[in-house]
């Protein structure tokens, strides 16, 4: 009876969540077009999630694409498949790593100091002060994170799409790999409907990094205790919420037997 009544809880506590992370989003998107958010504070976070998380990405970009090239030279070398190191290193980065890897390292860094920034605003009582100036907050605060992770989040995933894609390079060249026939199985196996269906991903990370943060922060606890619980389920939810939809986007844009 206990285990049934903890997985009640539970699932209350989930579709709850999910539901407050609806309203906070569809809000902060009909309130795009209202004006009653600051232009200020867009540009500060676009600067705050595109260009302070450049050299993080970059690095685990960079690596990621080195790895994907240890794990598949042996392989490919072994099978004579050589031709198609440069092709499937370039797939497995722009399909699912860059977008995925970009969308987890921002949730870390820029979803939880949203959720802090917010959870002490309510804290605070400025979120309480911008209803009694006839402000929503869910606009007001909203909107310029939401726009940010909207744009910001695609430029920084086709940026990794270049690094990942140029550290493999670097690897498979240091081991004898024909710089030419790299290219040529790039241009061969990589589609431009796989770059659109990777930045289209990188898209939807961002807004689920928002919501996930805004919605946290917004029903954060009293007390710096309530403030550190919601940072911690606003990178909790935002990378979870990334990885799920990451399955159901893949097998919408690249599922199944193509001829």
């Given at each position: 009876?206990?285990?049934?009544?903890?997985?009640?809880?539970?699932?209350?506590e989930?579709?709850?969540?999910?539901?407050?992370?609806?309203?906070?989003?569809?809000?902060?998107?009909?309130?795009?077009?209202?004006?009653?958010?600051?232009?200020?504070?867009?540009?500060?976070?676009?600067?705050?999630?595109?260009?302070?998380?450049?050299l993080?990405v970059?690095?685990?970009?960079?690596?990621?694409?080195m790895?994907?090239?240890?794990?598949?030279?042996?392989?490919?070398?072994?099978?004579g498949?050589t031709?198609?190191?440069?092709?499937?290193?370039?797939?497995?980065?722009?399909?699912?790593?860059?977008?995925?890897?970009?969308g987890l390292?921002?949730?870390?860094?820029?979803?939880?100091?949203?959720?802090?920034?917010?959870?002490?605003?309510?804290?605070?009582?400025?979120?309480?002060?911008?209803?009694?100036?006839?402000?929503?907050?869910?606009?007001?605060?909203?909107?310029?994170?939401?726009?940010?992770?909207?744009?910001?989040?695609?430029?920084?995933?086709?940026?990794?799409?270049?690094?990942?894609?140029?550290?493999?390079?670097?690897?498979?060249?240091?081991?004898?790999?024909?710089?030419?026939l790299?290219?040529?199985?790039?241009?061969?196996?990589?589609?431009?409907?796989?770059?659109?269906?990777?930045?289209?991903?990188?898209?939807?990370?961002?807004?689920?990094?928002?919501?996930?943060?805004?919605g946290?922060?917004f029903?954060a606890g009293?007390g710096?205790?309530?403030?550190?619980?919601?940072?911690?389920?606003?990178?909790?939810?935002?990378?979870?919420l990334i990885?799920?939809?990451?399955?159901?986007?893949?097998?919408?844009?690249?599922?199944g037997?193509?001829?």
């Amino acid at each position: 009876m206990n285990l049934l009544s903890w997985i009640g809880r539970q699932a209350i506590e989930l579709f709850s969540t999910l539901g407050f992370f609806f309203i906070v989003g569809l809000k902060a998107f009909t309130g795009i077009f209202s004006g009653t958010w600051s232009r200020e504070d867009l540009f500060e976070q676009l600067e705050r999630v595109g260009v302070g998380s450049v050299l993080v990405v970059s690095i685990t970009s960079a690596f990621t694409g080195m790895v994907l090239a240890v794990q598949t030279l042996d392989q490919f070398v072994r099978f004579g498949a050589t031709g198609y190191i440069g092709g499937v290193i370039a797939l497995s980065m722009v399909r699912e790593m860059s977008p995925v890897l970009t969308g987890l390292v921002v949730s870390g860094r820029i979803g939880a100091a949203m959720a802090a920034e917010i959870g002490s605003m309510k804290v605070t009582e400025q979120i309480d002060a911008l209803r009694t100036f006839g402000l929503d907050p869910h606009v007001f605060v909203g909107v310029p994170r939401l726009l940010a992770g909207l744009v910001m989040l695609p430029v920084l995933t086709l940026f990794s799409f270049v690094i990942g894609i140029t550290g493999g390079f670097l690897y498979v060249a240091a081991h004898g790999v024909n710089a030419h026939l790299f290219r040529r199985s790039v241009e061969a196996l990589l589609a431009p409907s796989d770059i659109y269906g990777g930045l289209l991903k990188a898209a939807v990370f961002g807004v689920l990094i928002v919501v996930s943060a805004c919605g946290q922060g917004f029903m954060a606890g009293q007390g710096a205790r309530g403030v550190g619980t919601a940072t911690t389920k606003a990178v909790v939810w935002g990378n979870m919420l990334i990885l799920v939809f990451n399955y159901v986007l893949s097998s919408l844009l690249f599922g199944g037997i193509k001829g």
